[in-house]
């Protein structure tokens, strides 16, 4: 792992460095607290899995804008048609005078979503906005209100998209009254399992609890969509077992309920297919995407049956922005490009590189209670104790602060904030994978020593 001839990193200053710490306290003065930021310094440029700060700093970066540099940042394959789109047009809205660009992305789409039925797609701007559209849709296809979705799971800060999401400090603490009609469940998070039953002993207890819930909360008639993240992104990583969406499938089919899957994290091969559905075998009825479609400028989407999409009139969906060429003209290049950068064997082969690194993790640091991940999708969930699994927090954010200080970009996820996730880009490359992962394991390292008494250090 130390064998690295040419490292990423190169620190100039302490983190943050001078300008940097300059720009925080200008922000903290013009900027609610209320949008966090996990790290102290300001970006000045980046390329490629590499950020350089304000202070000359150059970074490895493991967390990609929060998943949405899959192909790296300025993909070289993207910045010219953004360039040549920005100097055609930059908006005229869609919804006014329509663009081809728009409507290859949705064919594009179309085609290589999960499901073998007709599909339309259309655009909006940011996750939140594709979710409550997914919601909206299947409201008014199946003339139904009700919508279940999971604990542990993240839909986005909107009013709906809050009111779906399973977490209570930091997003929804205060912000009530949420939307009603929206039912939960437990997930299938196996490491947590809400039933404390084992797998696959359990027969997936778990998925199997929706029929109760249409007993004991709302009946199965007027549910419209279950929506859940295949593999949950802020939740912590956590994949369920694929008989867990076989389940939760046949009960819904069962009963005419939609599935949404909301693919905005696990999507654009992150987990080596292009959706991370076509892992576990399904085929939503809607699902959306955003984050990585557009190398990082804002663009989401919502692709589904035909026959829900075309379910509201016209003027029923939209969005002034929604679509936006530019965004459009990248996305449009990051699907082509995405075969010749081989983004999906890069996410498979990034996850046998995770494990190999930290194959022996579990037993050198007693703080790892499961090392889990599909794909470049890789987390790591630190206990106080392996036995109680109580989460640990603050470890958490003292391995995350150890790895900031040595320069490497990333951040947590987890109900309880005791997990440390990897986004990196797909593009990096094998040496700066083992670089991050060196980083990662000497800042482990340094919170199991300080956890240590005095005696037991000595
Ligand atoms: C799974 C999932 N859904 C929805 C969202 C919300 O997306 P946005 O922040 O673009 O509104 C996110 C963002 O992190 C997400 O990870």
């Known amino acids: ?20 710490t300059e720009l925080g306290k200008r922000r903290e003065a ?79 789409l179309n085609e290589r979503a999960p499901g073998a039925f007709p599909k339309k797609t259309f655009f909006v701007s940011t996750g939140a906005e594709a979710v409550e559209n997914a919601i909206k849709l299947a409201r008014h296809y199946t003339r139904r209100q009700a919508v279940i979705a999971f604990e542990d799971g993240f839909h986005g800060r909107t009013q709906l998209a809050l ?33 404390n039953l084992t797998y696959p002993d359990c027969d997936i207890e778990c998925a199997r609890r929706l029929e109760s819930t249409f007993a004991r909360h709302i009946e199965a008639e007027a549910v419209a969509a279950v929506i859940f993240e295949p593999i949950l992104g802020e939740g912590g990583f956590v994949a369920p077992p694929r008989e867990w969406f076989q389940v939760i499938t046949e009960i819904c089919s069962r009963h005419g309920i939609l599935i949404i899957a909301d693919e905005i994290q696990t999507g654009f091969w992150r987990t080596g297919p292009m959706l991370a559905c076509e ?61 010749t950068l081989q983004l999906a064997d890069r996410a498979r082969h990034i996850g046998e590189l995770f494990e190999r690194g930290t194959r022996d993790w579990l037993e050198r640091f007693p703080l790892i209670g499961e ?49 440390i996730r990897m986004l990196v880009p797909l593009i990096a490359a094998d040496a700066q994978i083992a670089e991050g992962l060196t980083v990662l394991e000497e800042a482990l390292a340094e919170v199991e020593a300080e956890r240590l008494s005095p005696a037991q250090r000595a």
């Open 371 to 419: 090392i889990r991940g599909v794909g470049a999708m890789r987390a790591i969930e630190l206990v106080k104790d392996r036995d109680t699994r109580e989460p640990a927090a603050e470890e958490t954010k003292a391995v995350l602060a150890a790895c900031h200080r040595r320069g490497l970009i990333i951040i947590s996820a987890g109900t309880f904030g005791n997990v």
């Open 30 to 108: 013009s900027v609610p607290r209320g949008v966090g930021s996990v790290l102290p310094v300001f970006v000045r440029r980046a390329s490629g899995a590499t950020v350089e700060d304000a202070d000359g700093n150059q970074l490895l970066d493991f967390t990609g804008g929060i998943g949405c540099q899959n192909a790296g940042h300025v993909p070289p394959e993207a910045l010219e048609a953004i360039h040549q789109q920005a100097a055609d047009f930059i908006h005229t809205c869609f919804m006014v005078t329509p663009y081809e660009g728009y409507v290859r992305l949705a064919e594009e």
């Open 1 to 20: 792992m130390n064998l690295l001839t040419e490292t990423t990193i190169r620190l100039v200053t302490a983190i943050p460095g001078p300008l940097s």
């Open 279 to 339: 892992h576990f075998g399904i085929e939503p009825d809607i699902v959306v995407t955003a984050k990585s479609i557009a190398a990082g400028l804002p663009l989401a989407a919502v692709t589904g049956r035909a026959e829900i999409m075309d379910s509201p009139g016209p003027g029923g969906l939209g969005g002034t922005f929604g679509g936006n060429p530019v965004a459009c003209a990248a996305a449009l290049e990051i699907l082509r490009a995405a075969d």
């Open 163 to 195: 009111s779906l999401t399973g977490k209570s400090k930091p997003y929804k603490a205060g912000f009530g009254p949420f939307a009603p009609e929206v039912y939960r469940m437990p997930f299938g998070y196996c490491y947590r399992c809400p039933h």
